[in-house]
């Protein structure tokens, strides 16, 4: 009985994600999806890569929502019991942006704090790409569950088609902000390189927080912007592109991000055969077994080859720090 009860408390964190995505899908609506295909993407891009067990993935984005929006309500009422209004430039154009942007992140720092406190190492660029767009996604689902039926005049960034990369990339009067996901996710670039720079380079010691700092600021800015179009429409918002130019500096940042780590497991790959072998293996192994209806079986061995990809990459990326 003990045996089994410990056993189905694997699940309690499985249970848990299922009950909070079905709460914001039943109140988001059309707005749930739009998160949750923003989140593939990055898991998809991150997925050789990242060294994150499923429970961080589920820390940062459930932090997101009660760190994340909690800390957002409580400067909002905190704002308002002070006397200032809502809709005015100084409150949502100088005082709001900063601020939620910062609890946005806040989840990223304290799990960054947390790891390091018990393992005395950082993660690697694409955890903190992945982490910050879970953070992003968790605040977002629980803003957008009060959208309803609000529309805006098009969704902006590379697409094929009707499908965008940043789906969340939506524009009003010509001023865009590229969604909670990919603006926290850009932060989160900018901290994971500033981490990896400061790491390889002795020069830049002292240096690393610019970028983060750089990577906070735009977002804030480009969130001020948008807020301030709001309250008032003045030509000097279209100054810096209207948020047009953040995708492509999320995108500019992606390559990097990415490039690191994928290079460190190839460069790994190639220089050990049967590690190469081995992932090839599994990967034949899963997809015979869904092919022949052995589903749990596929599962099973997916679940085996992820957690294998992990202990490779972040065996990678601790060589990579101490080289």
């Known amino acids: 009985m003990k045996a089994m009860f410990k056993k189905s408390l694997e699940f309690l964190p499985s249970i848990l994600l299922v009950f909070i995505l079905s709460t914001l899908f039943w109140f988001g609506g059309k707005w ?18 990242k060294t ?6 589920l820390s940062a984005f459930s932090k997101g929502i009660y760190i994340g929006v909690g800390l957002s309500l409580l400067v909002y009422f905190l704002v308002l019991g002070i006397g200032f209004e809502e809709d005015t430039i100084f409150t949502s154009g100088i005082l709001i942006p900063p601020l939620e942007e910062a609890a946005k ?3 990223v720092l304290l799990i960054t704090y947390l790891i390091y406190r018990r ?3 950082f993660l690697n660029p694409s955890d903190y790409l992945w982490i910050s767009v879970l953070s992003g996604a968790g605040f977002s689902m629980v803003e957008k569950m009060y959208f309803g039926d609000v529309t805006f005049s098009y969704t902006y960034g590379p697409h094929l088609g009707g499908i965008y990369f940043f789906p969340d990339a939506l524009s009003a009067d010509g ?12 932060i989160g670039m900018c901290f994971g390189l500033g981490l990896y720079l400061k790491s390889k380079i002795t020069s830049l010691k002292k240096l ?7 990577g906070f600021a735009w977002i804030v800015l480009e969130h001020a912007i948008v807020n301030i179009s709001f309250v008032e429409n003045y030509d000097w918002l279209y100054m810096l592109g209207g948020g047009v130019v ?3 500096i999320f995108i500019i940042l992606l390559v990097p991000t990415l490039g690191i780590d994928i290079y460190g497991l190839f460069n790994l790959i190639k220089k050990h055969p049967v590690v190469k072998k081995a992932l090839i293996g599994e990967s034949k192994k899963i997809i015979k077994d869904f092919k022949n209806g052995k589903w749990a079986d596929s599962l099973i061995l997916l679940k085996k ?3 294998m990809l992990r202990k490779i990459n972040i065996l990678i990326w601790q060589k990579s720090l101490n080289s």
């Open 32 to 49: 749930f999806f739009i998160e949750v295909w923003f989140v593939v993407e990055i898991f998809i891009l991150t997925f050789l890569t």
């Open 52 to 57: 994150t067990p499923f429970r961080i993935s």
């Open 105 to 107: 992140f806040l989840p």
């Open 119 to 121: 393992k005395k190492t």
């Open 175 to 186: 001023i865009g902000y590229i969604g909670h996901s990919a603006a926290t996710g850009l």
């Open 208 to 214: 690393w927080w610019i970028l983060p700092l750089a």
């Open 246 to 248: 953040t995708p492509i």
């Open 305 to 307: 080859t992820i957690s």
